[in-house]
C-alpha cells in the first residue's frame, strides 16, 4: 500500500484560501457595480431635475416624453454656451418677465379753475381771459332763464371752470349762501340747474341799554347794522330815532340766524322786538298770513306800520322844523312848509307812502323835486335833490320805503340837504307831528292763528324784559 503523500493538508488550506479569496473578489465587484448603478441613477434625475425646471420656465421646447434619460456624461443641450451656462446666468433668464410692459396710455389733463370777476368783467371778457371759445358761450346764452344771474355778476365774485384739454365742461356760480348755478356739458350741448342748500335756523335774542346812540348800543350787543336799521324801520312810525331817542332807552329783539355745517352764514327777520323810549313801551311781533304776506303788528293785533314813514331820509340830522323862519337866502322871514334834514350828497331819499309821481323835474327854488300822490287825500314832496333814482318817471307808482332820489342843493340851498313836506287836502302840515294814519289790522279770521303763532315770542320779550330791569337794579 503506497503511503500518503505528505503536505497534503498544507495544499488543500490553499485551495480554501484561493476558493475565499474568488468570493470576496466576487462580492466586491457587486458592490462596485450597485454603487455605479445607483449614481448613475442619481445623475440622470438631477438631469431630469433641470431639464424639467428649465421647461417650466419657457428655455426648453422639449416635452417631457422626448427627454431621454443617459448615463454619464450629462450633456448640456447644444444650443447654450456651455461656458457661460451657470446658475448665475440661468437665475438671470429666469427673472426676465414673460412679456413686455404695456405702453402707457396718456389721460386728457383735467384741471379746476377759479376766476375772480374785475371790474368792468362780463361772462364774454371772463370766458375770452379763459381761452374758452365763443361758441361755448352762446350755447350757455340759449339756456335762457336759469343763466340769467350770470349778467348780474359783480366785482369781487368767483366762478369756477372745469377744463379737459382746454375744453369746457362744467361751470359753477355761487349765487349766494343758498344758491349756485352748475353749468354741466352733454354731449356738445350744456345743461344747467340752480342747486339749493338748505340752512340751518336758530332763534337767537339780544338786549341793549342806550348810552350814547342806539347804533352803539346795538354794537355792543352784538347786533349787526343792517339789523338795527330794522329794528328802527318796525317802531318808525312811533318813535323818531332821530330826536327822540334818549340815553337810559332800551330794547330787546328776537331773531334769526341761518348757519351752515355749523358755521353762522347770516341773519334772519326780526321775529319779536321791544323798545322802551323816556318810559313808553313799544312792542311789536312778525306775522306771516295764509297768503304770505308778513308784516309787524302790536301784540293785540294792530299794524305797526302806518300808512307813511315818519322820516324820508336815515341818518340824517334835522336843520329847520316846520314854521315861520328867517329864510338865509331871501334874507327874510318866511313860511318854512316843511322839514329840512341835513346829509351829504347822494344820501337815500325815501317814499314815505305807496302812491304815484305827479311830479318829477325842477320846481323853481325847491329845485329837482319829487311830489307823490297818497290816494286822493295825501300828499308828499322832496326837493334839493342832486338826482332821481333811475327808472322812475312821472306817473309811475312807488311803494312804501323805495328810494326816489339823493339828496343834493339844487335850487335855493346854501347846502346839501333835503327839504320835505306833507299836505293833508292840499294843507301843509308838520311831517314830525302829524297823525299818520294806519295800516290793516289782523282780521277777526285770523286772530286765533295770530295769538298761537306770536304768544311764545311775548312771553319770551317779558322773560327779557324782567331780566333787563333785575340786572339794571343790581348794578
Known sequence: MAKPVKHSKKRSKRRNKRSMSGAHWAVLFVSTSLFSVIFFLISDIAQATRVSSLQQNGLLGLSTASIRMVNLPLEIPQ???????????????????????????????????????????????????????????????????PTKTLNLISPGEELKFLLIDNKLQEMIYEIDDTQALHITRKADEFVAKTITTELDKRIEHATGVVQSSLYMAAQEAGIPGSMTMELANIFDWDIDFVLDVHTGDRFSIIFEEYYLDGEKISYGDILAAEFINQGNLYRAVRYTDNNGHADYYTPDGTNMRKAFLRNPVDASRITSGFGKRYHPILNRMRDHNGVDYAAPTGTPVKSTGDGKIIHMGRKGGYGNTVIVQHGGKYQTLYAHLSGFAKGLYKGARVQQGEIIGYIGKTGLATGPHLHYEFQVNGEHRNPLTVKLPGAAPITALQKLDFRLNTQGYITLLDTLSKTAVAQANFQ
Open 79 to 145: 444650443y447654450f454656451d456651455k461656458e457661460s451656462f451657470n446658475d448665475e446666468s440661468l437665475d438671470k433668464e429666469i427673472a426676465k418677465p414673460a412679456q413686455s410692459k404695456p405702453k402707457k396710455v396718456s389721460m386728457p389733463k383735467m384741471k379746476w379753475q377759479t376766476i375772480t370777476v374785475k371790474k368792468g368783467d362780463n361772462l364774454s371778457k371772463l370766458f375770452s381771459r379763459m381761452n374758452i371759445n365763443t361758441k361755448e358761450l352762446h350755447k350757455i346764452v340759449r339756456l335762457g332763464k
